[in-house]
Nanobody, 122 residues
Framework: QVQLVESGGGLVQAGGSLRLSCAAS????????MGWFRRAPGKEREFVAT?????????YYADSVKGRFTISRDNTKNTVYLQMNSLKPEDTADYYC??????????????WGQGTQVTVSS
């Protein structure tokens, strides 16, 4: 089992950047694919990005963030990151990281963090 804690959220102006971090506990972090999801106010949770567990790190992104967001991981620090650039007001949401088996763009996640809030002002 793995426990996840997100950080790095906050308030930023449109066009700005934020980097979210997700720290994992437990010795098995490197075995899991990791992903980021978000839930905007009044909307369903949606997939944002995922990264595989093995070296070479395959990634997939939602079309809405492709070219602006970058997912990465550091297995020596048990941490996954989401670098968010060129932020838009529609990126405002609670962001969650998740761990689970690799499934490419169909990544679902078995373990979840509590979330971190991102607000983008226009």
């Amino acid at each position: 089992q793995v426990q996840l804690v997100e950080s790095g959220g906050g308030l930023v102006q449109a066009g700005g950047s934020l980097r979210l971090s997700c720290a994992a506990s437990g010795p098995t972090f490197s075995r899991y694919a990791m992903g980021w999801f978000r839930r905007a106010p009044g909307k369903e949770r949606e997939f944002v990005a995922t990264i595989s567990s093995w070296h070479g790190y395959s990634t997939y992104y939602a079309d809405s963030v492709k070219g602006r967001f970058t997912i990465s991981r550091d297995n020596t620090k048990n941490t996954v990151y989401l670098q968010m650039n060129s932020l838009k007001p529609e990126d405002t949401a609670d962001y969650y990281c998740a761990a689970g088996p690799w499934a490419g763009r169909d990544f679902k996640g078995d373990y979840w963090g509590q979330g971190t809030q991102v607000t983008v002002s226009s």
